[in-house]
């Protein structure tokens, strides 16, 4: 499998996949798993685009806040596979906090600049809520290409055609 997998191929696998696995490592009883992934934007588009490309290796981070007071009350750490997926697994319910994974690195030195408005994404970590698994799947979060690559002016003309099309 490449290393740099195109975003519109998807997750790689299910939460559910590997219960076994999670159990042997984590021992609660029904555990949240985060799944997301990073992604490089070379045409500095600021959203997805057919040219972008996951990065392995980039650290996230996951914090919960209270909602009043936005006193920190949970942080964990995990880095992107060679598919630019990570998966974070959460033992505790987050109730009414507020949940975040945010962007904290990128291994790459010509794709490291953070895009505002892509550099976090929200994410539900409660069993309070109506959502009867307990997988969770955060926005992708973008990192900007220091320049722009070849071939984004036609990837953007293209896009923008289709838009006037619709």
């Known amino acids: 499998m490449s290393k740099n997998r195109r975003v519109n191929e998807g997750y790689s696998s299910s939460c559910s996949r590997g219960h076994h696995l999670r159990e042997a490592i984590r021992p609660a009883k029904n555990p949240f798993c985060l799944k997301g992934h990073v992604v490089c934007d070379p045409c500095r588009a600021g959203y997805e685009t057919s040219a972008v490309t996951h990065i392995a290796g980039a650290e996230v981070l996951l914090e919960c806040k209270k909602r009043v007071g936005a006193e920190v009350v949970f942080t964990t750490k995990a880095e992107t596979d060679s598919t630019g997926e990570y998966t974070i697994y959460v033992n505790e319910d987050h109730k ?21 408005g892509r550099d976090q994404a929200r994410v539900i970590l409660t069993g309070y809520n109506g959502i009867a698994s307990n997988d969770r799947y955060a926005n992708a979060m973008l990192f900007r290409a220091n320049e722009v690559a070849s071939g984004c002016a036609e990837i953007l003309k293209q896009m923008q055609e289709l838009e006037e099309d619709n």
């Not at 009414?96 to 505002?116: F, G, H, I, R, T």
Request: hydrophobic share 30%; glycine share 0%.
């Open 96 to 116: 009414d906090q507020v949940c975040d994974v945010k962007l904290v690195s990128s291994p790459q030195n010509s794709c490291n600049e953070v895009v505002p």
